[in-house]
């Protein structure tokens, strides 16, 4: 788990980052159509400007070093996300059976 909270940090600093995955997500959700793979896109995209809130401390009040809430939202867009990647593969190859 650290190893995904170390990997994910870098969203903290570049929050414009997490648009990439929600980008992806977009494509994928119009080559596959399924509707969870449109929830993964609007998690990440959700993502950005709550990070940027919290970055310009916005979203926060004092003491913005110390985020708790990311231990529930890194955990959380890892298994959306992967549960979206799970639902256009599924699609997929169905079309190809």
Same mark, same amino acid.
């Given at each position: 788990?650290?190893?995904?909270?170390?990997?994910?940090?870098?969203?903290?600093?570049?929050? &414009?980052? +997490? /648009?990439?995955?929600?980008? @992806?997500?977009?494509?994928?959700?119009? $080559?596959?159509?399924? #509707?969870?793979? &449109?929830? +993964? /896109?609007?998690?990440?995209? @959700?993502?950005?400007?709550?990070?940027? $809130?919290?970055?310009? #401390?916005?979203?926060?009040?004092?003491?913005?070093?110390?985020?708790?809430?990311?231990?529930?939202?890194?955990?959380?867009?890892?298994?959306?996300?992967?549960?979206?990647?799970?639902?256009?593969?599924?699609?997929?190859?169905?079309?190809?059976?």
């Amino acid at each position: 788990m650290d190893l995904l909270y170390r990997t994910m940090a870098v969203l903290v600093q570049h929050p &414009l980052l +997490a /648009a990439v995955p929600g980008g @992806l997500f977009m494509v994928l959700y119009a $080559g596959s159509r399924k #509707r969870f793979v &449109l929830v +993964a /896109a609007g998690a990440w995209l @959700l993502y950005v400007p709550y990070e940027y $809130g919290m970055k310009l #401390r916005i979203l926060c009040s004092g003491e913005c070093n110390i985020r708790v809430d990311l231990l529930i939202l890194y955990p959380a867009l890892l298994l959306i996300s992967a549960a979206g990647l799970v639902a256009c593969a599924r699609t997929w190859l169905r079309r190809r059976s």
